[in-house]
């Protein structure tokens, strides 16, 4: 059973700080990977995707993936109260290209 | 990217009914997904649905309660039949463009 595991928070960081969200992943196969946000009561959006060892820089985000140790994070830099939001790290699931979701971890920025 | 609809965008029904959502996407995708999120829990995939084939079920679900339709690319439809206040629940579904899944906006069930 393929297994993503978040710690589901909630973490809560000062407005302008870095926000660490962190995922670990149990196939060691899986190459793709993930990072949506979701909004209460809205549907997942995608923010990063990674498919590397190393950094992947997007604007204020950043996704880290070692595969070595299963291990993908996201952070956020300068945090704002709008990224407070539930964050899914995903890990593609196998040949059908579905998607294995963790929990989530619920970020709240406070101003 | 991929932009995705879906119809209803919420409902409530009485047990023992049966909803038909549909979901549509702008590009021809070959794989589509449907997903249910229960409140407060992450994503769980219901069923894979390919044009031309019959869908395929994850452990927990089956074709009688289920039952979907990939009639094209860009298409798919999910039926939650008989229903119990159990099934009350957000129903996704997603299309997989360029490697990526996008999903649709989703549709929120309550069930009697």
Redesign the interface.
């Known amino acids: 059973q393929k297994e993503v595991e978040q710690n589901s928070g909630p973490l809560s960081v000062p407005e302008g700080a870095i926000a660490s969200l962190n995922c670990t992943y149990s196939d060691r196969g899986s190459q793709?990977f993930?990072w949506y946000r979701q909004y209460s009561g809205?549907?997942?959006?995608?923010i990063m995707?990674i498919y590397s060892n190393g950094d992947k820089e997007d604007g204020r985000f950043t996704a880290q993936l070692n595969k070595a140790s299963q291990y993908v994070s996201l952070l956020i830099r300068d945090s704002q109260p709008s990224d407070s939001a539930t964050y899914?790290c995903?890990v593609n699931?196998g040949s059908?290209?579905?998607?294995?979701?963790?929990?989530?971890t619920k970020l709240s920025v406070k101003p | 990217s991929a932009v995705i609809s879906q119809k209803p965008s919420r409902d409530i029904c009485q047990r023992g009914t049966s909803l038909t959502i549909q979901c549509q996407v702008d590009s021809q995708v070959?794989?589509m997904?449907w997903y249910r999120q229960q409140p407060g829990?992450?994503?769980t995939?219901i069923a894979?649905a390919?044009q031309g084939s019959e869908a395929?079920y994850e452990s927990g679900f089956v074709i009688d309660k289920f039952p979907i339709s990939r009639p094209n690319l860009t298409f798919s439809t999910l039926t939650v039949s008989n229903m119990s206040p159990e099934d009350s629940s957000i129903y996704?579904c997603s299309g997989?463009f360029m490697?990526?899944?996008?999903?649709?906006?989703?549709t929120r069930l309550t069930v009697l």
């Open positions: 793709s993930f809205k549907s997942p959006e995608l995707s899914l995903a699931g059908q290209g579905n998607l294995i979701f963790g929990k989530g | 070959t794989m997904f829990q992450s994503l995939l894979t390919n395929t996704l997989s490697n990526t899944q996008y999903f649709g906006p989703g």
